[in-house]
């Protein structure tokens, strides 16, 4: 019985894990109604606790697990254990910290989507038009924001140090809170750290992490820096536990755009626009392909160059094998957070940005365009006689 211990123990910690998920399944206005608060407020004690550090203290709590690992192997030889009792309680601490991610983060999957937080009328029914219209104005947002930018001597968008970057992460939220009543931002705006290991990062295309068990939310000081506000704002969102990737990224794009710091607010285009863009790139009928290039042409120098380099980055750095592993982890794991698209939610923020050009930009300049039938009392037809009210 003694060797079963640690599996009896791993069991109960995966049970657990298990029932808190298939509860916030099946009682998600219950959950909606608590939980995100209570998960909101770890978070910022778990953020404001951790900030001293300058690195990340999950690399380093990684770290030490590793070795206790290692280091139990030894002992386990050394002292003749059974292997089978050992990989029990080896088993047990995996799903203790799968247990405790889920307790006071991984419910928030399965929390009210953002768009109703925000008021957000996702469209059911998106049309090649729509995207056509979306994708037009989020380039001409880019190209107008792409020359208010300070720039290096080599013509990339000029942010400064990583710190000085990501100490300007907050603002955007703090106005969507304070100028827009968005309390679903109200979270903590304790600067993103540097990921560490950035080059391992790197090579598998991982941009940045956010890590409820210590609250820390990381940002990769390898990517370009036209898309690092962007994903600043993105691993913030995460860490306001705003979890699933789709609306992580609506979230980045809302607060980058509501930044005060140009570098910020193109950075919010500029990843809208290649969502989009994308997006009507992948299409394969003529009329999608046609405003493709007509859209790519449009583009000025600045926007275009910033839009070679990402892509040249994205080609350059990223190992094949690593890429492929890390996704399939991440999506994998994305999964089992409850989120049934895995991976494909990072692109799905595509509707969201349409739904919210709809509703934000095209609606309110197309309101004359919706005139209301007035009164005449002269036209007969819109007289209502004794007879037509039943008198």
């Known amino acids: 019985m003694k060797y079963l211990r640690g599996f009896l123990v791993a069991a109960a910690f995966a049970l657990l894990a298990w029932g808190l998920t298939e509860f ?34 999950w690399q380093v709590l990684a770290i030490v697990l590793v070795v206790a690992f290692i280091a139990s192997i030894v002992v386990m ?13 080896v088993l047990s601490v995996v799903c203790l910290l799968w247990c405790a991610h889920t307790g006071i983060y991984g419910l928030n999957q399965y929390s009210s989507p953002l768009s109703e937080d925000i008021r957000l009328t996702v469209e059911p029914d998106i049309t090649t038009t729509d995207l ?92 370009p820096t036209v898309s690092l506000p962007f994903t600043i704002c993105h691993e913030m969102a995460h860490r306001m536990c705003i979890a699933p990737e789709r609306d992580a990224n ?21 990843m ?8 009507l790139a992948s299409m394969s009928t003529s009329t999608a ?38 996704s399939s982890v991440n999506d994998a794991y994305i999964q089992a957070s409850g989120d049934s698209s895995g991976v494909r939610s990072y692109g799905e923020v595509t509707d969201l940005l349409i739904s919210w050009y709809l509703q934000e930009i095209y609606l309110p300049e197309h309101e004359d365009e919706v005139t209301e039938d007035k009164f005449d009392p002269l036209d007969k037809e819109d007289v209502f006689t004794e007879e037509v009210m039943g008198g």
């Open 24 to 57: 916030a399944a099946s009682h998600v206005a219950l959950v909606d109604m608590i939980y995100p608060y209570i998960s909101r407020l770890i978070q910022d004690f778990l953020a404001g606790w951790t900030a001293d550090a300058a690195y990340c203290l």
């Open 77 to 89: 030889i050394v002292l003749k254990w059974n292997v089978f009792q050992w990989l029990g309680w």
């Open 132 to 223: 056509i219209n979306a994708t037009t104005y989020f380039r001409d947002k880019a190209n107008e924001s792409a020359l208010n930018v300070p720039r290096n001597a080599s013509g990339r968008v000029d942010t400064g140090t990583f710190e000085e970057a990501a100490a300007l992460g907050g603002d955007g939220f703090q106005r969507l809170v304070y100028e827009k009543n968005l309390a679903v931002f109200a979270g903590s705006t304790v600067p993103v750290k540097q990921l560490g290991w950035a080059d391992m990062y790197t090579s598998m295309g991982i941009s940045g992490m956010t890590m409820p068990l210590t609250g820390e939310a990381a940002v990769n000081p390898q990517i």
């Open 250 to 270: 609506l979230a980045a794009f809302l607060a980058s755009t509501a930044n005060s710091d140009p570098a910020y607010q193109y950075s919010g285009y500029f």
């Open 272 to 279: 809208a626009f290649r969502y989009c863009y994308n997006a």
């Open 289 to 326: 392909a046609a405003a493709a290039n007509r859209i790519y042409e449009g583009m000025n120098d600045a926007l275009r160059g910033d839009i070679e380099h990402y892509r040249a980055y994205l080609l350059s750095v990223q190992d094949a094998d690593a890429s492929k592993l890390a």
